[in-house]
């Protein structure tokens, strides 16, 4: 065996850690079509959005900077597990035979296993400053709620979320987690928003979307004078805190003489997958790179590649503003993979307007086929991929593969978006454990 | 919220990574009694072990030197996880409102989440060296047997694993990682060896213990030629190849200007014990440091505290070498707590030793206490302890309220061996998690 041409980079190398977020609006060469108020449907003012999110969320959201400062109380929580590693996928490059480089940086070695912490702490933090005594919101494999339940213990904001009930029933782990920040959670649908009990009445067993549970999550929030609703994907301002991914990785990159030829994300709402590729995407719309960039659907929920671009809302009950997306119909409810964060009908109004530019190719796979790339990058690597971003572990692996026909160096670069430490019983169930869990 | 006292490690600071283990046996006052041959009762020849172990692991084992070089190899692997981060625990500290400083090496940022891969690697790749076509062993809560997994699959060594029925039934997660790494896994006791049968003829549901399961592996070792037996914890070899942890927060402390005061590790058969510590024994011994340490013990497993020193089997059937340890007997059969690692009758032969010569100092908990101390801990840090390590835990938090108490800003340094995310139910059910898993 030889490891010698093993090379990984300094995780806690705090010269990378970046100061701003990157808000790629303000290089876009033309805008995406602005968000609708849901009833007048005439473009959204900052202020429409008060009973819903916080006044900082709201600033974020609407800004135009191209760098937004990250608060200091926030980068000094950043620094505790800031920047994550950037590996070297020795390991998986043998297993493949290919002349790939493939770099993956490795979002599960946050807190609570996801890249969902990054938003998560800056939106706790902005809650926390305006007194916000409640937030809620959705989740659907749970990370995104875990990563809320633990900014909100950090920075003293209640958490409550509604959680997706086929997660709620097959990652029970995640629930746990959340309850022992404090924070509560009802399975989705509820009957306990108009919402929720629209689907619940009919079926006490319906399996839930991220749609209803939004709508849930929202009806409860503007209900509630001192709560506020809290979303982990999708916004411009999310996508926006999560390109401390990508600026991390480009440094990494770059201290080691290697600059990316295809960055690769899974995408559900967007975020994992604009947090890696925006700052590539400004080198190659600033710097003429010839940057590919791959963004991979499950096969159950293919809004980029089957959706249509139009305006929709972003929930099942039509309380969200119109957004200008990839949609599969707010009613759609996807058929219950173990890929609980992909299960959503829309996409993020930046990533469809950047896949309509022909900036993003998405890309769709089957369940199966991600689950046994899951396993194979675990055999080779010892980390495993949440089921999530093993979409991204399988487009890595299709790239690498593609290089080795073709006999080329490629660098590849994609986005460990979170651990599956909590999701065994779906690799068990489909066949990578020796039986059936 | 002042988050301005964060102090945290750099990770990756390579500058403090060992190249040697360290041998405490060097530096000893006086040598522990020396392990007897199970049918002579005489001391014990190196040879004698040939049929069980690797002769590389064999060679450690008896080793005298006070510093044993870490293969390049092994190095190498080392490099991706390690150093492990040396934690300032602000949250903790704040939580408890103590002036004391409380840090932590956390070993569950290691592959499969605990420091047992220290050990499992240096033994994979010995066992690799010469060919060695299987390693059989025994797991608890089975972080051991992943970690072995996982050597052996990097150094193309199959594995083979009896896992203690007890956690074969509360953690099926490390089951499944195991199989998914291509060991083969077995409840124990089990039917297939004549020691298993022993119990297993009487009741098929026996939730067994680490003792029976040493036994059966050590059986099946000794009766296939291209098999050898492979230990994670209590042997000298095991407890010097842990001292990579000690030796880094030595380093990782220094840099801060600071020394603990007290050096806290749980101890089931003493490994994450002795590695964390006795670097720090020999600063105590050598450099005349006044350094305390404390061994925690389960309630329900109190070799330490409730049993006596003299020459015991380390297994149930009487197939291992006499050692001289703390015991609770060899057919003590531990109640089915959750902190399955500790489940061990015996205790590492230089543990007992120490502990004689008043070194170190003995603690027991109650599993409800230590349930409620990892509690409190991820609530303030955000990390999930093992059942295992909340035991060290437990006991660094009563020494901060200590402190506390007295007033003084006393330095507690204790390993946090592992994370719990694969015993979320045992949490959940111990009333942590608002209802039951």
Known sequence: MNMSSIKRFSARDTNVLPSHFYNIKADLPTLPKPPLHPETRQPLNPQDLEPVFSKGFIAHEGSMERFVPI???????????????????????????????????????????????????????????????????????????????????????????????????????????????????????????????????????????????????????????????????????????????????????????????????????????????????????????????????????????????RYDHGDTAGLTPLLYMHTLGMDFVPAPIHAGGLRYHGMAPLVSHLASLGIIEPRVYPQEHIFEAGHLFFKAEGILPAPESSHAVAAAIDEALKAKNEGREKVILFNLSGHGLLDLNAYARNGNGSRNA
């Open 71 to 309: 608060p200091d109380a926030v980068q000094e929580i950043f620094a505790l597990y800031r920047p994550t590693p950037l590996i070297y996928a020795t390991g998986l490059k043998k297993a493949l035979g290919t002349p790939a480089h493939i770099f993956y940086k490795y979002e599960g070695a946050g807190p609570m296993g996801s890249h969902k912490s990054n938003t998560a702490l800056m939106q706790a933090y902005l809650a926390a400053r305006e007194n916000i005594e409640t937030l809620v919101t959705e989740t659907g494999a749970g990370q995104w709620g875990s990563a809320l339940a633990h900014a909100g213990a950090l920075f003293g904001v209640k958490v409550k979320v509604f959680m997706v009930r086929v997660s709620y029933r097959q990652k029970p782990g995640r629930r746990i987690l959340m309850e022992m920040f404090g924070a509560s959670v009802e399975e989705s649908p509820s009957p306990k928003t108009q919402s929720g009990a629209r689907f619940y009445d009919q079926n006490p067993d319906h399996p839930g979307s991220l749609g209803i549970a939004i709508s849930e999550a929202l009806e409860l929030a503007v209900k509630s004078p001192a709560t506020r609703y809290s979303l982990g994907s999708v916004l411009d301002a999310v996508l926006m805190h999560q390109t401390v991914i990508g600026q991390e990785a480009d440094l990494q990159m770059a201290a080691q003489g290697a600059e990316p030829d295809v960055v690769i994300g899974c995408v559900g709402g967007g975020s994992n997958f604009g947090g890696i590729a925006f700052p590539f995407v400004r080198k190659r719309l600033k710097e003429g790179r010839s940057i590919r960039f791959i963004a991979v659907e499950p096969e159950a929920c293919p809004s980029l590649t089957q959706g249509e671009l």
